[in-house]
């Protein structure tokens, strides 16, 4: 388990590098069309996976320890998770997005003619960008260096964050098909999600390598970090504590995929101007291949899955 969350830490790590290279001549639109990409397998992964292992365990939860709570206590946290995801996202943009929003303000109206000499470390947006958005290119680069570090930085540890709680739903997952089954959805969408923190950061401080380089390795190692804890509590011994922890932490992970798939991808994609229909198709593709694998790859976890056969669980652990 450890060796395969190391793996999913050192895969983003490769692709950002590459793709660093290749930056400048990388057309945004493969960028937007693999972001839906990974926003289907993400609202696939959430909803046929993620969802109905919380509710199977939380029935185990109340069978177990004979309580008859009525109310849906699990949905409430995803609730919860999606909007502390969104509070954390709105809170980093308040505080460090003031000083920049102030200094690009002020150059808004010289900024309008320097449309045309956009700065070398901004070419992507030079592709096929409309004026209006080489504006906001230049305001961006025009705004303090400092606040944009601060950015990138506050930008990866929102997404640190909610990556440590997707590993964390990998690590609690206690049959080793799901393990799979998330775990390549997970791969998918992190090597996408790195692609986008990279370039995120890569863009705010093209000129510093080594912060970009430090950022990403914090980044990358946060999925396996949440995974090996969620391990060790998936394996400890069954008190009602641990049981409800994992619950708990596995709804807040539900409502940052729901974040991600809805706010961060859909939403900002739908917002650009590429072709809306082929970004629908690839949602659909992605949406698509997970729902293939749960089927093939998901479908057996019928005795496989109860939350507490804990000698069973060791084994399919040691793998």
């Known amino acids: 388990m450890f060796s395969i969350s ?59 320890y004979e309580l008859s709570w009525h109310f849906a ?13 969104f509070f954390i996202e709105e809170f980093t943009n308040q505080v460090f997005g003031q000083q920049s929003h102030g200094h690009s303000h002020g150059n808004s109206s010289n900024s309008s003619n320097r449309i045309a000499p956009i700065p070398p470390n901004d070419r992507r947006g030079s592709l096929n960008i409309t004026s209006l958005k080489m504006e906001e290119a230049s305001t961006w680069v025009v705004s303090d260096e400092k606040s944009n570090i601060l950015k990138s930085l506050t ?19 206690d049959s080793t098909r799901r393990i799979y089954s998330l775990f390549f959805s997970l791969l998918l969408h992190k090597s996408v999600e790195a692609f986008s923190v ?3 950061i890569s863009m705010a401080n093209s000129n510093k390598i080594r912060s970009v ?30 049981d409800s922890t994992i619950i708990i932490l596995e709804s807040l992970a539900a ?27 690839w949602i659909i593709f992605g949406f698509t291949l997970v729902t293939v694998m749960q089927i093939f790859l998901g479908h057996e976890h019928g005795g496989d899955d109860d939350h507490h ?4 669980h060791n084994e399919t652990h040691h793998h």
Not at 29 to 47: P, V, W
Not at 255 to 276: L, P, Q, R
Not at 309 to 312: G, L
């Open 6 to 64: 190391a793996l999913i830490g050192i895969i983003p790590l490769f692709i950002v590098r590459v793709l660093n290279r290749k930056r400048n001549d990388e057309p945004s639109r493969f960028l937007s069309y693999l972001a839906c990409f990974a926003g289907g397998t993400f609202l696939a992964t959430c909803f046929l996976d993620i969802i109905p292992h919380i509710n199977e365990g939380y029935e185990t939860f109340l069978s177990l």
């Open 73 to 85: 206590y699990p949905q409430l946290i995803t609730c919860c998770g999606f909007f502390f995801i």
């Open 155 to 173: 930008f990866a540890v929102a997404m640190s964050f909610h990556s440590l709680l997707e590993g964390f739903a990998l690590g609690v997952q």
């Open 198 to 200: 990279g370039l995120q």
């Open 213 to 242: 380089f430090i950022t990403i390795l914090i980044y990358s190692a946060m999925a396996p970090f949440g995974a090996i804890m969620g391990c060790i509590l998936q394996k400890s011994e069954p008190n009602i504590y641990k």
């Open 255 to 281: 409502g940052t995929f729901i974040y991600v798939t809805f706010i961060e991808i859909m939403a900002s994609e739908k917002s650009n101007e590429f072709n809306h229909f082929k970004q629908l198709i």
């Open 309 to 312: 056969h804990h000698h069973h």
